[in-house]
């Protein structure tokens, strides 16, 4: 069973950065691209980014292109997301996944993390 554990969330203040860090339990970096998600209390679950399983493409969502940014190493197993220009609207809970289709649909993704905590304050 493939494990994705993630790291990094914390408290920051509005205008700061944050670096998020996904690591799998097994490689399967090279057959799956991998999503970032985030919830934030009594919203649905929101697609941030994903990255293809080469690297080679990525997708933001709106309200995080130029200033979030994907990216993987897949001989660490590892994939990151570097959060800057944070907002207080940012706040939620972070959860990466991985998926066999390239997609920011929550639906089509095979495996989850538990998530971090991100929380921005104004």
């Known amino acids: 069973q493939v494990q994705l554990v993630e790291s990094g969330g914390g408290l920051v203040q509005a205008g700061g950065s944050l670096r998020l860090s996904c690591a799998a339990s097994?490689?399967?970096?090279?057959?799956?691209?991998m999503g970032w998600f985030r919830e934030a209390p009594g919203q649905e679950r929101e697609f941030v980014t994903v990255?293809?399983?080469?690297?080679?493409?990525?997708l933001y969502a709106d309200s995080v292109k130029g200033r979030f940014t994907i990216s993987r190493d897949n001989d660490e197993n590892t994939v990151f997301l570097q959060m800057n220009s944070l907002k207080p609207e940012d706040t939620a809970v972070y959860s990466c996944?991985?998926?066999?289709?390239?997609?920011?649909?929550?639906?089509?993704?095979?495996?989850w993390g538990q998530g971090t905590q991100v929380t921005v304050s104004s």
């Open positions: 097994e490689r399967i970096f090279s057959n799956y691209h």
């Open positions: 990255i293809s399983w080469s690297g080679g493409r990525t």
């Open positions: 996944a991985a998926s066999r289709e390239f997609t920011g649909n929550y639906f089509r993704y095979d495996y």
